[in-house]
């Protein structure tokens, strides 16, 4: 695969020598913190979450102190919101350490420890194995052409010439950066081809809950034993912080899972954990502000795009989409040079793939005022290319 500066950078095992950095990170994160005027950015909404109302001006009870008579156990909530046994459910810090746990609990350990990695994906969801000594093999869910923005298809020809030699396979089925949720018959095929060769298939759920109460809610653990759901209160919920995540899979795999988080973790953390269990009776209100936010803000950027002859559909759910450039500008250079110049901050399409260079992501998210503002500028910055 040809690579670039912004890019996830895959390949074999490493440790020491010359770490691999999340380069699109390094790229971002300065940005975020120097401040922006009009972010359209962010992945996970941020929900205006009032602690103050939450916790009645107090800290919680039993702040630091995890054993109490009500068990602070976040697998209950998670299992009871999900209608499962609570001996499936294992949890993690954020998806980003229980997919972790996800792939330890799950990967064939008769086969080579090489994991199968969908591309384009966010980059330290194709490249953590690496550092868990996998190979990291790329199969391909992109566009067709240069306007396709979602849902993509598998192409199901590369994981076939890749799925003898991997002991695990990693999707993210409500896909960043399109917002789209794989097809029903992708995500039949990907289960099937999984369970046909013995490995496991690790799903990094993240968006999924934004589609909650419709037919795109399609969580991986209900299509086999060897599936393997990975969420968090990080994106549609915007409690990142928190770094509240689980996993959900067979018993077995939960098994697994507790006893890789055992050897590498521990424990969680309480006071998040605490904060998490004030929050819970409330969880879905973010649900249905993004829901609002959409009716309020995604016509104002529809509107935009048909002002500068982009024809584009959202995806039905979530708060960002990809965008298709017009013209020949590369992703970068048109976040860099143009948008910077109006003080708009979008995510070029090829933090996940050195080949999304004319796509950008968007979001929508954002407090409805604030929002009008920032299109007005990002229409300027669209002006720019005709
Ligand atoms: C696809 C995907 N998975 C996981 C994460 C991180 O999730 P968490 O904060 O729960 O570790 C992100 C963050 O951007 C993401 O885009």
Same mark, same amino acid.
């Given at each position: 695969?040809? +690579?670039?500066?912004?890019?996830? #950078? ?30 359209? =950015? ?14 009645? &001006? ?23 919101? +999900? ?20 792939? @330890? ?14 591309? /384009? ?21 992109? /566009? ?16 076939? =010439? ?32 999984? =369970? ?6 690790? %799903? ?14 399609? /969580? ?8 393997? %759901? ?8 915007? @409690?990142? /912080? ?20 055992? #050897? ?7 006071? %998040? ?11 879905? +209100?973010?649900? =249905? ?7 309020? #803000?995604?016509? @104002? ?15 039905? *759910? ?12 590369? *992703?970068?250079?048109?976040? +860099? ?11 070029? &399409? ?5 080949? @999304? ?5 968007? $979001? ?12 007005? $500028? ?9």
């Amino acid at each position: 695969m040809d +690579e670039h500066p912004l890019s996830p #950078n895959l390949g074999g095992a490493t440790g020491g020598g010359d770490f691999p950095a999340i380069d699109y990170l390094e790229w971002y994160v300065p940005r975020l913190q120097a401040g922006v005027d009009h972010d359209l =950015s962010q992945s996970g909404f941020h929900h205006p979450w009032d602690w103050q109302k939450i916790t009645g &001006g107090k800290l919680p009870e039993h702040l630091t102190t995890s054993l109490t008579k009500a068990p602070l156990d976040p697998r209950i909530w998670v299992a009871e919101r +999900e209608g499962i046994e609570v001996s499936r459910v294992a949890g993690g810090h954020g998806v980003s350490q229980s997919l972790i746990f996800a792939l @330890l609990a799950v990967m064939n350990p008769q086969k080579p420890r090489k994991v199968a990695v969908e591309m /384009p994906s966010y980059a330290p969801v194709s490249q953590f194995a690496r550092a868990l000594g996998c190979d990291v093999l790329p199969f391909w869910r992109g /566009p067709t052409s240069s306007t396709d923005c979602g849902p993509w298809s598998i192409n199901r020809q590369s994981l076939e =010439s890749i799925i003898d030699d991997v002991a695990a396979v990693i999707t993210t089925p409500m896909q960043n950066p399109t917002g789209w949720m794989m097809t029903p018959d992708d995500q039949q095929w990907i289960s099937d081809i999984c =369970s046909q060769h013995d490995v496991g298939l690790i %799903s990094d759920e993240v968006y999924i809950d934004s589609a909650r109460g419709t037919d795109d809610y399609r /969580p991986m653990h209900r299509y086999g034993d060897h599936c393997v %759901s990975v969420n968090s209160l990080t994106k549609c919920y915007g @409690l990142g /912080p928190l770094r509240v995540g689980w996993i959900i899979g067979s018993e077995k795999t939960a098994i697994n899972a507790s006893r890789a988080f055992q #050897n590498l973790q521990g424990s969680l953390a309480v006071p %998040s954990l605490r904060l998490a269990e004030l929050a819970w009776p409330i969880i879905d +209100e973010p649900l =249905s502000l993004i829901k609002t936010r959409r009716e309020k #803000n995604l016509p @104002l950027l529809l509107n935009v795009l048909a002002a500068n002859g982009i024809d584009w559909s959202p995806p039905p *759910s979530g708060i960002f989409g990809c965008i298709p450039l017009v013209g020949t500008i590369d *992703s970068l250079q048109f976040v +860099e040079d143009i948008c910077t110049t109006h003080g708009v901050l979008a995510i070029p &399409g090829l933090m996940f793939s050195p080949k @999304l260079t004319q796509f950008v992501r968007v $979001a929508w998210g954002g407090e409805p005022k604030e929002f009008a503002a920032a299109m007005e $500028a990002f229409n300027l910055c669209l002006q720019e290319l005709k």
